[in-house]
Nanobody, 133 residues
Framework: EVQLVESGGGLVQAGGSLRLSCSAS????????IGWFRQAPGKAREGLLC????????YYTDSVKGRFTISSDKAKTTAVLQMTNLKPEDTAVYYC??????????????????????????WGQGTQVTVSS
């Protein structure tokens, strides 16, 4: 059974940094696409980035490019989202998601298409990030 558990959220001042973790069980990172999403109150879910180890490809949306970085631990069981230069508009619940295969994060066209999140099968419970001004 695939399970994803996010952690690391919290309250930070604008300009600060946070590190979120997505601990995965029941899957091998090399066989899955990992995506990060967020949802602010009253707003639609927003796809932020995806990573495919199989494709050696990572895609960041413009809203986080240059500020957020995805990596994984050596055991490839935890995806780490390093967030820097945080802004109040980054306040949201952050989710990691996984989908088997590599199609969802193969190139920019497919990454953008699938970052709606609707096709990702596995989701964590989310972790709250609050950025104060």
């Amino acid at each position: 059974e695939v399970q994803l558990v996010e952690s690391g959220g919290g309250l930070v001042q604008a300009g600060g940094s946070l590190r979120l973790s997505c601990s995965a069980s029941g899957l091998a990172f090399d066989d899955y696409v990992i995506g990060w999403f967020r949802q602010a109150p009253g707003k639609a879910r927003e796809g932020l980035l995806c990573v495919s180890s199989r494709n050696s490809y990572t895609y960041y949306t413009d809203s986080v490019k240059g500020r957020f970085t995805i990596s994984s631990d050596k055991a490839k069981t935890t995806a780490v989202l390093q967030m820097t230069n945080l802004k109040p508009e980054d306040t949201a619940v952050y989710y990691c998601a996984a989908e088997y295969g590599s199609t969802y994060c193969h190139d920019e066209y497919l990454a953008r298409q699938y970052l709606s999140g609707d096709e990702y099968d596995y989701w964590g419970q989310g972790t709250q990030v609050t950025v104060s001004s």
